[in-house]
């Protein structure tokens, strides 16, 4: 089975940082784009930000400057570096990405289930 999963999501004072990383597992032959979401209670599951197989990224104006997307694709594992936490920032953080996998040989939609990330002000 082809999956993702989250790790190191916790809860932060304000000014804090926090490292997520994303894992996908099974039988992959390659990963294209890949990209962190978040949702809070009450509200849309937002893109954050991105990235391409080559390594190029984008991010959302509310996180420009604080956070930092990677990939490493011999691990196929992505990260994001979370500096300055705020209390706004508190959110399931999921993890999203396109995938080739097999055999058989088939293309994926996948998410993970996501970490939970509490900023405490």
């Known amino acids: 089975q082809v999956q993702l999963m989250e790790s190191g999501g916790g809860l932060v004072q304000a000014g804090g940082s926090l490292r997520l990383s994303c894992a996908a597992s099974g039988s992959i032959i390659s990963i294209d784009n890949m990209d962190w979401y978040r949702q809070s209670p009450g509200k849309q599951r937002d893109l954050v930000a991105s990235i391409t197989k080559g390594g190029d990224t984008n991010y959302a104006d509310s996180v420009k400057g604080r956070f930092t997307i990677s990939r490493d694709n011999a691990k196929n594992t992505m990260y994001i570096q979370i500096n300055s936490l705020k209390p706004e920032d508190t959110a399931v953080y999921y993890c999203?990405?396109?995938?080739?996998?097999?055999?058989?040989?088939?293309?994926?939609?996948?998410w993970g289930h996501g970490t939970q990330v509490t900023v405490s002000s």
């Open positions: 999203h990405a396109y995938v080739l996998a097999g055999p058989p040989y088939r293309y994926l939609e996948l």
